[in-house]
């Protein structure tokens, strides 16, 4: 496997183009989250289905997360390079798809392929970067590839306000195309990798358990109160089927011989609540996306354009904590310096929530940014804390582990907060197109996002005190 040299981080290093091609990757799904977003009014007014469209995010979520597990243990096995090449693959078949979608349900079919090719690109780019760069260059890596979601956050709503305002959505996904072929030309060229090739077996129950029971959980959550009453029967046998087959899917890993999501994962305190705080980084993170947009061009009459940049402000803030991250917990320690982060975020949420009731961009933008900030010192660390706990053949599985948490708490998150949203739409005569009702069903999840911001603390207070790798392993293996 390729292994660490100590000449730097940096473009003009021998790892240079490995690190450019993996801030291309990673551009493909930084891209995606932040053009679609600001699109959603314009994509509704086309093809309808407003009520619908928080499953745009949730069902790319879900594939993405499902599909996470899977990648990471193929990795370990055959290698992250070739896991990567797939996933661009796959993540270019279903920007073509969305590109040409007639229906809201074709394009939420569409995005299932997107979330697919996701679910390999972003854990791989992470899991390289812990492969190639040690503990003490590793939070500068995660600075550059963060950065790259700080320049999609202004590249991404400029496009989509752009696409919107000329009608032309369509383009937000077409524009991808050649930006997966960029990224898999340059991933060929750059990285190369030797490993031992052995035999595996691949988790296809679990995995299909897995897929199933958090499509119905969170279809139970999403259409709650819409497409049925929460305390009718249809309501029932949906969370109830989704947690049996939940219940199953732990049952069948416990016995599987190569299981998709290994059990020793949850056992060890380090990775369990490292996960814990990835799943609450998910769940405000997409919350804010999913949601400021719309509130700001609902209650404003803002522009796709400013409602963007507003947004962009979150992932501006983002890079700039998490490039500096390695020099606090270097210093005082990886759950220290989450502790940080978590607290900068819930005032973040915080101010959001207090101030939605009287709409102001600059204060959304404010906002967004100090959760930004906080994000960065609390996503970061706990992922470097995470990786550096194992050695390269559990890499792979732990980095999957972490995201697949994150993207089940930003699919649940916005099933939530959709729910929420839906709940309070439903209760006016007007619905969605009445700006006073928009202002309350975003007060409404800002306010959800806040608690789950909240709630992350417990998890980050629950975090094993260590400071260096050494006493990481020591930790993880106690």
């Keep these: 496997m390729s292994t660490t040299h100590a000449d730097g981080v940096g473009f003009r290093s021998k790892r240079g183009p490995v690190l450019i091609?993996?801030?291309?990757?990673?551009?493909?799904?930084?891209?995606?989250?932040?053009?679609?977003?600001?699109?959603?009014?314009?994509?509704?007014?086309?093809?309808?289905?407003?009520?619908?469209?928080?499953?745009?995010?949730?069902?790319?979520?879900?594939?993405?997360?499902?599909?996470?597990?899977?990648?990471?243990?193929?990795?370990?096995?055959?290698?992250?390079?070739?896991?990567?090449?797939?996933?661009?693959?796959?993540?270019?078949?279903?920007?073509?798809?969305?590109?040409?979608?007639?229906?809201?349900?074709?394009?939420?079919a569409f995005r299932v392929v997107q979330g697919l090719g996701a679910g390999a690109v972003q854990p791989m780019?992470?899991?390289?970067?812990?492969?190639?760069?040690?503990?003490?260059?590793?939070?500068?890596?995660?600075?550059?590839?963060?950065?790259?979601?700080?320049?999609?956050?202004?590249?991404?709503?400029?496009?989509?306000?752009?696409?919107?305002?000329?009608?032309?959505?369509?383009?937000?996904?077409?524009?991808?195309?050649?930006?997966?072929?960029v990224a898999g030309w340059m991933l060929?060229?750059?990285f190369h990798e030797n490993i031992e090739r052995v035999k595996h077996r691949v988790d296809y129950l679990g995995a299909g358990l897995l897929t199933v029971s958090l499509t119905l959980l969170i279809l139970g959550a999403l259409e709650g109160g819409q497409a049925w009453a929460w305390n009718s029967t249809a309501s029932y046998a949906v969370f109830a089927a989704g947690a049996v087959l939940f219940a199953?899917?732990?049952?069948?890993?416990?016995?599987?011989?190569?299981?998709?999501?290994?059990?020793?994962?949850?056992?060890?305190?380090l990775l369990a609540t490292t996960a814990m705080i990835s799943f609450g980084v998910g769940a405000v993170m997409l919350g804010l996306t999913s949601y400021v947009p719309t509130f700001l061009e609902g209650a404003l009459s803002t522009s796709p354009i400013l409602a963007g940049l507003a947004l962009a402000a979150l992932t501006i803030g983002w890079p700039i904590s998490a490039s500096q991250s390695g020099r606090l917990y270097l210093r005082i320690g990886f759950r220290r310096t989450a502790l940080i982060g978590v607290t900068v975020t819930v005032i973040g949420t915080a101010l959001l929530a207090l101030t939605a009731f009287s709409p102001n961009i600059a204060m959304v933008a404010a906002s967004c940014f100090i959760v930004g900030l906080g994000l960065g010192l609390v996503a970061t660390p706990t992922l470097i804390a995470a990786q550096s706990s194992v050695e390269?053949?559990?890499?792979?599985?732990?980095?999957?582990?972490?995201?697949?948490?994150?993207?089940?708490?930003?699919?649940?998150?916005?099933?939530?907060?959709?729910?929420?949203?839906?709940?309070?739409?439903?209760?006016?005569?007007?619905?969605?197109?009445?700006?006073?009702?928009?202002?309350?069903?975003?007060a409404a999840v800002f306010l959800a996002v806040m608690i789950g911001a909240v709630l992350t603390v417990a998890a980050v207070i629950a975090m094993p005190g260590t400071k260096s790798v050494q006493q990481v392993r020591a930790a993880t293996r106690a």
């Design 21 to 108: 091609a993996l801030m291309l990757s990673t551009g493909l799904v930084a891209i995606d989250a932040t053009v679609v977003a600001t699109a959603v009014p314009s994509i509704v007014d086309d093809i309808g289905g407003f009520t619908s469209f928080p499953w745009l995010f949730s069902a790319y979520l879900l594939a993405q997360a499902v599909s996470v597990p899977v990648y990471a243990k193929l990795s370990d096995t055959i290698g992250r390079k070739p896991i990567m090449l797939i996933g661009i693959g796959l993540f270019l078949l279903g920007s073509i798809l969305c590109g040409v979608a007639w229906s809201m349900p074709a394009l939420i």
């Design 125 to 181: 780019a992470i899991t390289i970067a812990g492969d190639i760069y040690t503990l003490a260059e590793r939070s500068k890596v995660q600075g550059y590839l963060a950065s790259v979601w700080a320049v999609s956050s202004v590249v991404g709503p400029t496009l989509g306000g752009v696409f919107a305002s000329l009608g032309i959505w369509r383009g937000i996904f077409l524009v991808n195309i050649p930006l997966c072929l």
């Design 188 to 190: 060929v060229r750059s």
């Design 248 to 269: 199953a899917f732990i049952f069948v890993e416990r016995r599987a011989a190569e299981p998709v999501l290994p059990p020793w994962v949850a056992s060890r305190r």
């Design 392 to 442: 390269w053949n559990e890499r792979g599985v732990v980095t999957g582990t972490n995201l697949f948490a994150r993207s089940i708490g930003s699919a649940i998150g916005v099933a939530v907060f959709g729910a929420i949203a839906n709940a309070v739409y439903a209760g006016t005569p007007h619905g969605d197109s009445d700006p006073h009702t928009i202002v309350a069903a975003s």
